[in-house]
Every structure is written in structure tokens, then in C-alpha cells.
């Protein structure tokens, strides 16, 4: 049967695919074709309808789950194309392969009628903080290169993407950035607390970039803010003081008020679409800034880490973040990024479905404390295997939970 995650937000939908590669000639013979057909269909292509699309340098290959050697693919649509979505693997007879597909994020309640109603499939829910957190620490296991920081942050322009070794992650401040964002203090695999958030997120930027620009996807209100200058749009505090502000050590060129050149009628006509868009992304990136240093220096944490699909395609949002952290915190604080940005969610939400991929994590988590391993080990003890029908047990407790320290 295929093996998928899926993590459906409220903006985007991410699916993880495994595909074993160690298929035996008995096996091929025995495969049903509609299994063949539906990765074929996966495998060969990177654009899916109007709005899906695999991320092809994202592949994940040699991976073993279930003693089975193979490659992870990871595919994203937007969730208004939930229909589509739905309509396609019916069309493709994925429902007469599986009945039950794992699945994390407010989607997942969302669709839960609509995929039993139109594809037969149940959804098995699972915590989208504990697959999140799974997710990254599965994908670095795998991947060495996964974890990033940029060097050099204060300068943007020259600021370059450096390696940064994650094997001893804990404990570190988590930074999920989508809609909106939420703020975790992770101390280990299952150690973990909701801190903070913010309803101004990537859905707001992008929202916003729709409204003043008049773009109409993502991707085009990146390429704006890529091309912009906040400048003209924001006020700083040489607009206020003359130039720096050295009592507190505030440089003229900090923004001291977003958009707060834009009451000028002057200023309003003579700003771009790009300056607009900068402007937006900046007012973003330093309140999401912001609020992730004081959550460190509460907890008492020096790495912060920031995943989720607002970092897509976004080098500028993760070299603006970056600085933040390098700033305001005098070098104390280091902001790091991962690759597989948005997914973790999904591929942490395939692995719950698997025992043998937790004994692999486990093995990797010996740093954590006694009580955390014990707490881990029988949780995953209980996970379901993809071939398991029997997904009552995981929708039993549909209710986010917190791990507290």
C-alpha cells in the first residue's frame, strides 16, 4: 500500500510519500496496478493540477522505514484544492489500497467527513506538535546537512548559508511559522511546552501583500519584497532623531515604526509595490523576531530554530530573522533553519505510524533523560503499523496536549 503523512494547514497541505525502492520481482508481480499507477503518477511528475507541486531537490533517498529501503517525496497543494485532492484519488483507486491515512494540523478536522464521505478513507489524527517535533529530529538524523544558520547575519547582503551541527539539539526554542506562529520550548523528544505565538504569520503577510500589491500568490509577493526597499516606507529612527539613538544603542536605520511613513501623502505616491511588499515582510520578521528572543531569554535557551512554509522560497524572511537574533541578543543568540522547512509536520505524522522508525529515533535520543526515553519508548511501543485498519485508538484523543518541563 503507499505509505503518506499528511499535514493539512490552513493555508497549505503537505504531503510525505515513501516509496520503497527494494521492491523484489515477487513483489512486482503481486503489486496491484492502481498502486503502480498512483506512484508512477507521484514519482514521474512535480506539478499536480494548478496548485500542486513536488519539491523535487527536497527528496529524501536511502531512507529505511519498516526494514524497507527507500526514497520520502514531499508534495504540497493548497488546502482550497482539498477537492481536487480528493477527487483525484478517487480517480486514481487509492481508496480501494487503504482505508486509513495518517494525518496531522486543523485539517484533519476539518476533511474528516469529507474523506469518509467521498474516498472512504478514515484520518488518523495525531498531535501536530508531536509530529512536528518528530519530524525534525527524524529528518536530521538522516540528513547532517539539515540544520543551517547564516553567517555574517548583521550584514544581510553578505550574510552566507553555513552547516550547522544539530546532533545534541536540546534544549532550543522552536519557531513554527505558517498562518500564524506558534513558539515551543522543546527540552526533549517528548519534552516540550507551548510559550508563545502570534496570529501574524505567513497568512498575514501574504494577506496583506494581496491587498496592497495586488499579487495573488505567495511566490509573487516574495519576488516584490525580494525587489523592495522598507525604507520608504517605514520610519526609522534617523527619521525621529536626526541619526542613531546611542543612549540605548538604537542605529538610525531601525525600523521605529512600521509603515509609519505611509500617513504622508508624498511618501504614499511615491512608494512601489516592491517597497510595499519589503515593508510588509519586514513588519513580520521582526515581530516574529521579537517575540522568539524574549522566549529564549525567558527559558534560558542560546538556539533558536525556525521551520514552516512561510520560509519557503524566502531567503530574505530567514537573512531578516537571522539578523533579529543576531542583534538583538549581542551575538548570544543563533537563528537556525532546516531544509525540509514546512514538512515536518507530514513526515513526522508518517513515522507515528511506525514502531520499527521510533526504535531508530530512540536509539539517537540516549542524551535525553531517563524519564523522557521510558515516556518515549511507550508511546511508540503502541504505534500502528500502515497496514493496521485499527485507527480508533489514535482518534480517541483528538485534543492538543502540552508536555510540560
Known amino acids: 500500500m503507499p505509505w503518506f503523512g499528511m499535514d493539512i494547514g490552513g493555508t497549505l497541505t ?101 474523506f469518509r ?47 550547522f551541527d544539530f546532533s545534541q539539539p536540546y534544549p532550543f526554542i522552536l519557531v513554527n511559522v505558517g498562518s500564524g506562529v506558534s513558539i515551543l520550548a522543546v527540552y526533549g523528544p517528548d519534552n516540550y511546552k507551548r510559550v508563545s505565538g502570534t496570529s501574524l504569520g505567513g497568512g498575514t503577510f501574504l494577506g496583506l501583500c494581496c491587498l496592497l500589491t495586488g499579487c495573488n500568490t505567495f511566490e509573487e509577493a516574495i519576488q516584490l519584497a525580494t525587489k523592495g526597499d522598507n525604507r520608504k516606507v517605514d520610519k526609522l529612527v534617523r527619521d525621529i532623531y536626526g541619526g542613531d539613538y546611542d543612549r540605548f ?16 501623502k508624498d511618501k504614499r505616491s511615491s512608494v512601489s509595490r516592491e517597497d510595499l511588499a519589503n515593508a510588509t515582510l519586514v513588519t513580520i520578521t521582526n515581530n516574529i523576531g521579537l517575540i522568539a528572543r524574549m522566549c529564549a531569554l525567558n ?25 533579529a537574533m543576531e542583534f538583538w541578543s549581542n551575538g548570544t543568540l543563533k537563528g537556525l533553519f532546516l531544509e525540509h522547512e514546512g514538512y515536518f509536520g507530514a513526515l ?51 485534543s492538543p496536549k502540552e508536555t510540560q518541563r
Do not use: W
Open 14 to 114: 503537505k504531503l510525505v510519500y515513501f516509496e520503497p525502492k527494494d521492491i523484489t520481482p515477487g513483489e512486482q508481480d503481486e503489486e496491484a496496478e492502481s498502486l503502480r499507477s498512483i506512484r508512477r503518477y507521484l514519482t514521474k511528475n512535480s506539478a499536480y493540477g494548478k496548485t500542486g507541486h513536488r519539491d523535487a531537490h527536497l527528496q529524501m533517498d536511502n531512507v529505511e522505514i519498516r526494514k524497507r529501503k527507500g526514497s520520502l517525496h514531499f508534495i504540497r497543494f493548497q488546502t482550497t484544492d482539498m477537492g481536487n485532492f480528493l477527487s483525484l484519488a478517487k480517480q486514481k483507486g487509492m481508496a480501494e489500497l487503504v482505508t486509513t491515512v495518517c494525518a496531522t494540523g486543523g485539517g484533519a478536522f476539518k476533511f474528516e467527513n469529507d
Open 117 to 163: 464521505e467521498q474516498v472512504n478513507m478514515k484520518l488518523a489524527k495525531f498531535d501536530e506538535l508531536d509530529t512536528l517535533i518528530k519530524g525534525i529530529l527524524f529528518a536530521e538524523i538522516q540528513n547532517r546537512t539539515e540544520c543551517y544558520y547564516y553567517e555574517n547575519a548583521r550584514d544581510i547582503m553578505k550574510s552566507e548559508k553555513k552547516a
Open 249 to 264: 544603542g538604537l542605529t538610525g536605520d531601525l525600523v521605529a515604526s512600521s509603515f509609519g511613513q505611509m500617513h504622508l
Open 299 to 323: 527559558e534560558k535557551m542560546d538556539k533558536v530554530v525556525f521551520v514552516g512554509n512561510f520560509l519557503r522560497v524566502n531567503p530574505i524572511a530567514m537573512k531578516l530573522l537571522a539578523y
Open 348 to 398: 513526522g505524522c508518517l513515522l507515528q505510524f511506525n514502531g520499527e522508525i521510533a526504535a531508530a529515533l530512540n536509539d539517537t535520543f540516549d542524551k535525553c533523560t531517563a524519564t523522557s526515553q521510558s515516556s518515549t519508548t511507550d508511546k511508540r511501543e503502541n504505534c500502528m503499523s500502515p497496514l493496521d485498519d485499527t485507527s480508533s485508538a489514535s482518534n480517541d484523543d483528538n
